[in-house]
């Protein structure tokens, strides 16, 4: 009497046993998907591009944005702060950041290629430089 129970309840039907293996979702194909209203997805040539992938994680990462050192532009001007590095689902050495659709204009301002430097994630605030670095003018009077 004390196994007649036991025994039931260990016998269930196989149809409620049964539990989805995989809970998969859809390949992405594109990154559009993921790009909140109000702002755009700006593609980016990155000059430390390797050095990112290892760094970064499949997705990206927050970011500070620097114009790299070529022939025809001197480097190390900040064009933007904390921003969202996004790496392409189709190419992942391809990045593009996300910013806020009146902000896209001056990072096409730049040329690039551009080095990232990686911030902490859990701080807020991004903001794109609206100039670089200031001059100052002193006139003497006598």
């Known amino acids: 009497m004390l196994f007649g129970p036991i025994a039931y309840f260990s016998q269930s039907s196989p149809e409620e046993k049964e539990v989805p293996t995989s809970f998969a979702l859809p390949e992405v ?12 997805l700006v593609p980016i040539e990155m000059a430390n591009a390797e050095s990112l992938s290892s760094l970064v994680g499949d997705v990206g990462g927050v970011v500070d ?14 064009v933007g702060s904390r921003l969202k590095l996004l790496r392409a689902p189709l190419n992942p050495q391809q990045y593009a950041v996300l910013v806020k659709d009146s902000e896209s204009s001056r ?14 994630p859990e701080t807020r605030g991004a903001e794109v430089t609206t ?6 003018k002193i006139d003497y009077q006598n």
């Not at 100039?131 to 100052?136: A, H, L, Q, Y």
């Open 131 to 136: 100039n670089g670095p200031s001059r100052v």
């Open 107 to 120: 990072i096409l301002q730049h040329p690039g290629p551009f080095v990232a430097v990686v911030q902490n």
């Open 29 to 40: 194909k594109s990154a559009d998907t993921f790009i909140p209203r109000g702002f755009v």
């Open 65 to 78: 944005l620097y114009l790299a050192t070529t022939d025809r532009q001197k480097g190390g001007q900040k």
